[in-house]
C-alpha cells in the first residue's frame, strides 16, 4: 500500500478497507465486525512479514516483544501502515523494535508513580476527587510506547489483579471521589454486558457526578463501536469518552463514523495525544490532526510529554517541540482545537500543564503580554485599594 503523505496533510477521510487485505476474499461484512478485526490481529512476526519487509531493528524488536508488550495489530489499523515508508508514523507506532529493550538511566516501569497511589490493585487515587480505575490489562492493539506496558498486555514484568469488589467498596466509602475514569487497557473491549455491570455499580454511587471512558478502541477498532453499545452507553449519562490519535491518517472514513455514532449517543469526545519524535512533532502534522478531530466532533484535550518508560527513548520528543507545537495552534487556530500540553510528573506528581510564555512582564500594576503574532501588549491591574485613591 501506497500513501500519498501529502493527503495526511490534506484533511481527507480515506477507508482502511481493503488494503493489505485485497487479496484475501474477505467480505465487508466481516471486516465490520470487530470479532473478525480482534481474530484477525497481526501477533506474530510470520503475520507480520506476510506484508512488510521489517528492518533488522523491527525485526528483533518483534521477537523480544513477547517478553515485554505484546506486538498485537488490528487489520483495520494496520492498514493504515505505509509499506513504502520505512518511517511510517503509523508502523513506529506499533510495530516493536530493538530500541525497547534499551534502557536510559532516568527511566521507569512505572513513569507516573501509579503503584504507589493504588489503595486496592486497579484503583489509582492521584487526585482528591477522581480516582483511575484500570479494568483490564487489554488492548485491541498495544501502542509500543505504553506508560502502562509494566501490566498491560499480560507480557511485562508485573501482573494486575483488578479487585473489583475491593474497588467498589473503596469508591462507596470514599464520598470525595465524585469522578471515575475507566481506562486500562481499554475498557471498550469488554463486552457490553459485563461493561455495563461496572457502569451500573458505579452510577448507583449516589457521590459518583461523573464517569469517562479512556479508550484507543474507536481508532484501533472503530467496529466495535456499535448501535447496541451506543444504547447501552447512554443509560450513564454523564459519560465522557477520551480517545487517543496521534496522526491524521488515523481518522479515517470508519474511525469517523463511529465517533459520530458516540457523539449522537449525547457522549463528550476528547481526544490525548501523545507527543511522538517522528509520528506527530511537528506543527502541521498536529494541526491537520486537531482538525480532522473537531470534523469528527472530537475536542482535543490533552498533548502528554512521552512519559518516561523504559525503552521509548527513540520516541521521546524534546520539550520545547511541543511548545512549538502549541504556540504554531495558539491564535493561529480556533481555540478549541489546542489541547493542554501536560508533563505526567516523573514519580507521581500527576499532570503539570506546560505553556509557552506569553507573560513578559507582570507587576502590581500591570501586565505585559504578547500575542500569537508577538505583538506586545500591556494591562493594567486594578488599584490595589478604592480606599487607598480616595485617600490621596
Ligand atoms: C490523568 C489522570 C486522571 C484524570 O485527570 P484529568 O486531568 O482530570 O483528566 C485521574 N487520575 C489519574 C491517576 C490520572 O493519571
Not at 369 to 377: A, F, I, L, P
Request: glycine share 6%.
Amino acid at each position: 500500500m501506497k500513501h500519498d503523505t501529502s493527503l495526511d496533510l490534506k484533511k481527507t477521510f480515506r477507508s482502511s478497507a481493503p488494503g493489505y487485505w485485497a487479496d484475501r476474499d474477505v467480505s465487508e461484512e466481516q471486516w465490520n465486525d470487530h470479532v473478525w478485526q480482534l481474530k484477525n490481529r497481526i501477533n506474530s512476526l510470520s503475520q507480520l512479514e506476510e506484508h512488510l519487509i521489517l528492518s533488522e531493528e523491527e525485526r528483533s524488536g518483534v521477537i523480544l516483544s513477547g517478553n515485554k508488550l505484546a506486538m498485537s495489530i488490528t487489520p483495520h489499523f494496520f492498514n493504515l501502515i505505509d509499506r513504502e515508508d520505512p518511517n511510517c508514523p503509523i508502523r513506529r507506532q506499533v510495530i516493536p523494535r530493538i530500541e525497547e529493550t534499551w534502557k536510559a538511566d532516568y527511566e521507569l516501569a512505572d513513569p507516573c508513580g501509579e503503584d504507589s497511589h493504588m489503595p486496592v490493585p486497579g484503583l489509582v487515587h492521584r487526585y482528591p476527587d477522581r480516582v483511575l480505575f484500570l479494568v483490564t490489562t487489554q488492548c485491541a492493539s498495544y501502542c509500543r510506547y505504553c506508560t502502562r506496558s509494566r501490566v498491560v498486555s499480560g507480557a511485562g514484568e508485573q501482573s494486575l489483579s483488578t479487585d473489583y469488589e475491593a474497588a467498589f467498596r473503596y469508591l462507596e466509602e470514599h464520598t470525595e471521589v465524585r469522578d471515575v475514569l475507566l481506562s486500562g487497557g481499554d475498557p471498550l473491549l469488554f463486552s457490553d454486558k459485563k461493561l455495563e455491570k461496572i457502569l451500573e455499580r458505579l452510577h448507583a454511587i449516589e457521590h459518583i457526578e461523573f464517569i469517562r471512558i479512556g479508550s484507543r478502541v474507536p481508532l484501533f477498532l472503530p467496529q466495535r463501536i456499535t448501535p447496541e453499545l451506543c444504547e447501552m452507553l447512554q443509560k450513564y449519562h454523564p459519560l465522557f469518552i477520551s480517545v487517543h490519535a496521534n496522526h491524521p491518517r488515523e481518522l479515517t472514513t470508519e474511525v469517523k463514523a463511529g465517533l459520530e455514532r458516540l457523539a449522537n449517543t449525547g457522549i463528550p469526545l476528547g481526544n490525548q495525544s501523545v507527543l511522538l519524535k517522528g509520528v506527530n512533532d511537528d506543527v502541521e502534522t498536529m494541526k491537520s490532526l486537531v482538525h480532522k478531530l473537531l470534523m469528527c466532533r472530537v475536542r482535543p484535550y490533552y498533548l502528554y510529554q512521552l512519559d518516561l518508560i523504559k525503552g521509548s527513548a527513540h520516541l521521546q520528543a524534546a520539550v520545547a517541540k511541543g511548545l512549538e507545537i502549541i504556540e504554531g495552534l495558539r491564535g493561529h487556530t480556533t481555540g478549541y482545537a489546542v489541547p493542554q500540553y501536560v508533563i505526567d510528573a516523573p514519580g507521581g506528581g500527576g499532570k503539570v500543564p506546560v505553556n509557552p510564555e506569553y507573560i513578559l512582564q507582570r507587576n502590581d500594576e500591570r501586565v505585559m503580554v504578547r500575542n500569537y503574532e508577538g505583538n506586545q501588549y500591556e494591562y493594567p491591574e486594578p488599584a490595589v485599594s478604592p480606599e487607598l485613591i480616595l485617600d490621596y
